[in-house]
């Protein structure tokens, strides 16, 4: 019985060849997929393993072709030398080669480009991750565990690295995971004049983050800042910034009804700037948020910022934002950044919003701690590159 292994790419190929290495009688005993690893292992090709036999014990002459194995007997030793020969040849041949290899390798670790080896590496497991449909059996990439870590959500996590991997560029994979991750922000360009008003939970910073604004805008660019208060709830919750407009020698509304939103605006004409407080509203009561909607419809406001906090558990910041949604708001602005120490909320944020970012505020000290940020900041933020103190 003779019994030979063929590692072919189709089961033609392996046909013909033990058709004429083992002869018409030959049976196929098995076959399997394997894969042969491609250059430093990345792109590996499926290729068939398949075994086949022939009995020869009927007909040895018919399989005695070039390719069959030459009989070993004493009278033949001279064949046998040569075999031996070419054996230690062989052998050492592939020795060199193990040699050579290794020092290859050796050469591009010590002259700094293990980064690509690394990279190689990085970009077979996301492939893998990707092209898997059971990603948590995989082993996560080195990216995808510093998504994870950032608490960005796994969506978002698998858009990224689609991105990276559609990135055809000549850059390295750390900028293009940076540049993946720009795609989600977008900052606001928003000219800011008129009317701004700002919604959100209750908590979140919205009446500290307008008395951060009004000083910037009236203490530094030395604009005509007024300010003015939705409180339908009469909770008091205005004192706070009353105390800032006094403080800022700012005019001051309290508007309880529609009627007096309009004359409020009204009284504030010769303003360059006027910043809208509204008290927060819970985003599961539509009631609530649709008696809002008619104030905030009322101020004709083109510069509606939803305010929204960092530290806001993923699985709620979906729901605030679909609450506030029907407030047509066009900015977000993110604050406490400096309560939380993973960013990843905030791609989370303005991914599901799909609103740019206006601004960030880092702290509760009036007027200092509110800035804008580039996508770079940010980027750099969510890596854990950079800290925000
Ligand atoms: N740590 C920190 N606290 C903040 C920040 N912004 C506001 N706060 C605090 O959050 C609390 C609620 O703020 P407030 O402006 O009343 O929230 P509002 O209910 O949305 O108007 C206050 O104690 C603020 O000092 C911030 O950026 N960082
Ligand atoms: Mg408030």
């Known amino acids: 019985m003779v019994v030979k292994k063929y590692i072919v790419k189709s089961m033609n190929e392996a046909m013909a060849k033990i058709k004429y290495d083992l002869g018409s009688d030959a049976v ?3 076959q399997r997929k394997v894969k042969k690893r491609g250059i430093l292992g990345i792109f590996s090709k ?3 393993e398949v075994t086949a036999a022939v009995d020869n014990s009927k007909d040895t002459k018919k399989r005695e072709n070039i390719y069959s194995k030459p009989q070993y007997t004493e009278e033949n030793s001279d064949l046998n030398e040569s075999v031996e020969a070419l054996k230690r040849a062989m052998k050492k041949h592939e020795e060199t080669t193990k040699v050579e290899k290794r020092r290859v390798l050796e050469d591009v670790k010590s002259s700094g480009e293990d980064r690509i080896l690394r990279e190689m590496e990085e970009m077979k497991k996301l492939i893998g991750n990707i092209s898997s449909s059971n990603a948590d059996q995989e082993e996560k990439s080195e990216i995808e565990l510093k998504l994870e870590e950032a608490d960005i959500n796994e969506g978002y996590i698998k858009e990224i690295v689609k991105n990276i991997m559609d990135d055809k560029s000549d850059i390295d994979l750390n900028l293009k995971l940076k540049s993946a991750l720009e795609k989600n922000i977008e900052i606001s360009k928003t000219e800011e004049k008129g009317i701004i008003t700002f919604v959100g939970p209750t908590g979140v910073g919205k009446t500290t983050t307008i008395a951060k604004l009004a000083g910037k805008f009236s203490l530094i660019e030395k604009k005509k800042v007024g300010l003015i208060t939705v409180d339908t709830y009469r909770i008091g919750a205005v004192e706070q910034l009353r105390t800032y407009a006094d403080i800022m020698n700012l005019p001051f509304k309290v508007v309880l009804t529609l009627k007096e939103m309009d004359e409020a605006i009204k009284s504030m004409q010769n303003c ?5 407080d509204t008290t927060g509203r819970s985003s599961k009561n539509k009631m609530q948020i649709s008696e809002l909607r008619a104030f905030v419809s009322k101020t004709n406001s083109l510069n ?14 979906e729901a605030i934002i679909d609450g506030y949604r029907q407030l047509d708001f066009q900015n977000v602005i993110i604050t406490k950044l400096d309560e939380t120490t993973t960013y990843g909320s905030i791609i989370n944020i303005l991914n599901y919003a799909h609103k740019p970012l206006s601004y960030v505020t880092t702290g509760q000290n009036v007027p200092d701690d509110i800035r804008r940020m580039a996508k770079g900041e940010i980027v750099s ?5 950079d800290n925000v103190c």
Do not use: C, F, Q
């Open 28 to 30: 196929i005993i098995s």
């Open 46 to 48: 499926k290729l068939i």
């Open 272 to 276: 360059d700037i006027i910043l809208v």
């Open 304 to 317: 509606i910022n939803l305010v929204i906090s960092a530290t806001t558990k993923n699985r709620d910041l």
């Open 381 to 385: 933020l969510v890596l854990g590159e």
